[in-house]
């Protein structure tokens, strides 16, 4: 039906920066919000951002100042640029998209999620 693909991760040096990608494909009609969790071992996974339809983008207040949201509309695509990467960013990030699958009566949305992406930032 719908299947989100993120990439991007790795091991970076605290200081560095990291591109996470996030593809959307499928019977896809609509797209609205995108976006990134993160879940760290033992802690709760978060929200880092998100992006609405119009671009308008909401971030973690860890994340401030240091991360990008983005959005191609036209490859159902989500990107997050990491800089001034800290080890407390260390975690698995988790693309989401909130979609309407072709077809779907009343064009009710539904919550697809990545595979997640290890992001590891040494110190």
């Known amino acids: 039906q719908v299947q989100l693909v993120d990439s991007g991760g790795g091991l970076v040096q605290a200081g560095g920066s990291l591109r996470l990608s996030c593809a959307a494909s499928g019977y896809i009609f609509r797209i609205n919000h995108m976006g990134w969790y993160r879940q760290a071992p033992g802690k709760q996974r978060e929200l880092v951002a998100a992006?609405?339809?119009?671009?308008?983008?909401n971030y973690a207040d860890s994340v401030k100042g240091r991360f990008t949201i983005s959005r191609d509309n036209a490859k159902n695509t989500v990107f997050l640029q990491m800089s001034s990467l800290k080890p407390e960013d260390t975690a698995v990030y988790y693309c989401?998209?909130?979609?309407?699958?072709?077809?779907?009566?009343?064009?009710?949305?539904?919550?697809?999620w990545g595979q997640g992406t290890q992001v590891t930032v040494s110190s």
């Open positions: 992006i609405t339809s119009s671009d308008d983008t």
């Open positions: 989401y998209a909130d979609i309407i699958v072709t077809g779907t009566p009343t064009f009710v949305s539904r919550t697809f």
